[in-house]
């Protein structure tokens, strides 16, 4: 895995938390059609579920396509496609690119590489608004932004198969009277011939690495049909994340006060429940619980339904956890919380955990019920928990390192 690359760590080293500066790392991955294969599996498990939640994005030109969104998000991927070709094939062989964000969500196998890479831009630090993994493909020439600048520091890995070129502004680089102000992009022009001079220009192979600071404008232009992963660290934001913890905690009690009629109303039923020492007690377990969440999906959004196994681990397999932090437990005032990739097993009871936790290297499913025994003695219950482990994709399939990846999608959905 490519996150034990000397240059890859120095580049963390020099930069990380903020990355504030252009790096470009020439063939930093090793395998791109690897990461490729895993974007291919989440983009055929999200539009092959007709699930909820897809964040996609089709585009013609420099303008948002409904019609080739909504083909683009019922057509899956046919066995053996790659995903220029999907785009091509829904797109009529017309020009177009397509963005998906989150698309870590739709597969394990994904989910599990892009938390290693997001843990590894973030050392010994808690990403405490999250991230975003996104994938851009395109079979058009320039992107549909123009020449445009990110809220926040984009970290893009090119996969090919066409290169792909980008130009990357100084910062104050292009005046304010040289741009347009897009009521859906902000400050952008795409007044290329005129602006191009003043930028550096960077030749992307598959492979590729290049790191585009928060607020630098920059333009993609592809030379041929590709695709890229790209990796968005959302800075912290108190007041959000204290706006998302009170609404989690107190939103059901809120609900339950019914429909306010005035301001008044309102402010009774605030103060009611900010006063009231039961709705108070739980919030330390609330804050606990949206962490552990948080961490053990590799602070990012927890895998969709749609990504999950079915059934049972096999019965004679050796297992080992997904990947470090998979699985947390927080103590309640009545019951333990058991969280594995940001999702909650919930099994009733408040029970000790240490020696399930404590678990490292290979293990069996006897080794499991083994740990679990003591604390659950209901097999149905430790069977129960097993599964979910399992489901959600905390248990894997022996100690296979991260940087073994399948070489086909047949092999990537046998793995995650």
Same mark, same amino acid.
């Given at each position: 895995?490519?996150?034990?690359?000397?240059?890859?760590?120095?580049?963390?080293?020099?930069?990380?938390?903020?990355?504030?500066?252009?790096?470009?790392?020439?063939?930093?991955?090793?395998?791109?059609?690897?990461?490729?294969?895993?974007?291919?599996?989440?983009?055929?498990?999200?539009?092959?579920?007709?699930?909820?939640?897809?964040?996609?994005?089709?585009?013609?030109?420099?303008?948002?396509?409904?019609?080739?969104?909504?083909?683009?998000?019922?057509?899956?991927?046919?066995?053996?496609?790659?995903?220029?070709?999907?785009?091509?094939?829904?797109?009529?062989?017309?020009?177009?690119?397509?963005?998906?964000?989150?698309?870590?969500?739709?597969?394990?196998?994904?989910?599990?590489?892009?938390?290693?890479?997001?843990?590894?831009?973030?050392?010994?630090?808690?990403?405490?608004?999250?991230?975003?993994?996104?994938?851009?493909?395109?079979? %058009?020439?320039?992107? =549909?932004?123009? &020449?445009? +600048?990110?809220?926040?520091?984009?970290?893009?890995? !090119?996969? /090919?198969?066409? #290169?792909?070129?980008?130009?990357?502004?100084?910062?104050?680089?292009?005046?304010?009277?040289?741009?347009?102000?897009?009521?859906?992009?902000?400050?952008?022009?795409?007044?290329?011939?005129?602006?191009?001079?003043?930028?550096?220009?960077?030749?992307?192979?598959?492979?590729?690495?290049?790191?585009?600071?928060?607020?630098?404008?920059?333009?993609?232009?592809?030379?041929?049909?590709?695709?890229?992963?790209? %990796?968005?660290?959302? =800075?912290?934001? &108190?007041? +959000?994340?204290?706006?998302?913890?009170?609404?989690? !905690?107190? /939103?059901?009690? #809120?609900?339950?006060?019914?429909?306010?009629?005035?301001?008044?109303?309102?402010?009774?039923?605030?103060?009611?429940?900010?006063?009231?020492?039961?709705?108070?007690?739980?919030?330390?377990?609330?804050?606990?619980?949206?962490?552990?969440?948080?961490?053990?999906?590799?602070?990012?959004?927890?895998?969709?339904?749609?990504?999950?196994?079915?059934?049972?681990?096999?019965?004679?397999?050796?297992?080992?956890?997904?990947?470090?932090?998979?699985?947390?437990?927080?103590?309640?005032?009545?019951?333990?919380?058991?969280?594995?990739? /940001?999702?909650?097993?919930?099994?009733?009871?408040?029970?000790?955990?240490?020696?399930?936790?404590?678990?490292?290297?290979?293990?069996?499913?006897?080794?499991?019920?083994?740990?679990?025994?003591?604390?659950?003695?209901?097999?149905?219950?430790?069977?129960?928990?097993?599964?979910?482990?399992?489901?959600?994709?905390?248990?894997?399939?022996?100690?296979?390192?991260?940087?073994?990846?399948?070489?086909?999608?047949?092999?990537?959905?046998?793995?995650?």
């Amino acid at each position: 895995m490519f996150v034990q690359d000397p240059r890859w760590r120095q580049f963390v080293a020099d930069h990380a938390p903020r990355y504030e500066e252009t790096v470009f790392l020439p063939a930093l991955v090793p395998s791109p059609s690897a990461f490729s294969e895993r974007i291919t599996a989440a983009v055929t498990s999200a539009t092959s579920s007709g699930a909820k939640g897809l964040r996609l994005r089709g585009f013609r030109g420099s303008e948002f396509d409904f019609k080739l969104t909504e083909r683009l998000s019922r057509t899956p991927p046919t066995d053996g496609q790659s995903l220029t070709e999907w785009l091509s094939g829904a797109a009529d062989g017309r020009p177009a690119c397509v963005a998906i964000n989150d698309v870590s969500s739709w597969d394990l196998g994904l989910a599990a590489l892009a938390q290693s890479v997001v843990r590894s831009l973030v050392p010994g630090r808690d990403l405490v608004s999250g991230a975003d993994i996104y994938t851009f493909i395109a079979d %058009v020439e320039w992107t =549909p932004f123009g &020449i445009h +600048k990110d809220d926040e520091p984009s970290l893009i890995f !090119h996969l /090919g198969p066409g #290169l792909k070129e980008l130009w990357v502004w100084p910062s104050g680089g292009i005046g304010q009277d040289q741009l347009f102000e897009n009521p859906s992009l902000g400050r952008v022009s795409f007044d290329f011939e005129r602006l191009l001079p003043g930028a550096s220009r960077y030749t992307l192979r598959p492979g590729d690495f290049v790191c585009i600071p928060q607020g630098r404008y920059h333009l993609f232009r592809n030379v041929g049909p590709s695709m890229f992963l790209g %990796v968005t660290l959302f =800075p912290p934001d &108190i007041r +959000k994340s204290f706006s998302d913890l009170m609404v989690g !905690h107190f /939103g059901a009690r #809120l609900e339950e006060a019914g429909e306010p009629c005035s301001f008044a109303d309102v402010s009774r039923t605030v103060m009611d429940v900010l006063r009231d020492p039961e709705a108070l007690a739980g919030l330390a377990t609330t804050m606990e619980l949206a962490a552990a969440k948080q961490r053990t999906a590799g602070y990012l959004r927890a895998p969709k339904a749609a990504a999950l196994r079915i059934g049972a681990p096999p019965a004679d397999a050796t297992l080992a956890w997904a990947y470090t932090g998979v699985v947390e437990c927080v103590a309640g005032a009545d019951r333990t919380h058991l969280v594995a990739r /940001g999702r909650e097993i919930v099994f009733g009871g408040a029970v000790n955990l240490d020696e399930l936790l404590a678990l490292d290297g290979e293990f069996t499913l006897r080794d499991l019920d083994a740990v679990l025994a003591p604390q659950l003695d209901d097999e149905d219950r430790r069977r129960h928990v097993v599964n979910a482990l399992w489901r959600l994709g905390a248990l894997s399939l022996g100690r296979a390192p991260s940087s073994a990846l399948p070489t086909t999608r047949a092999a990537c959905a046998a793995s995650a």
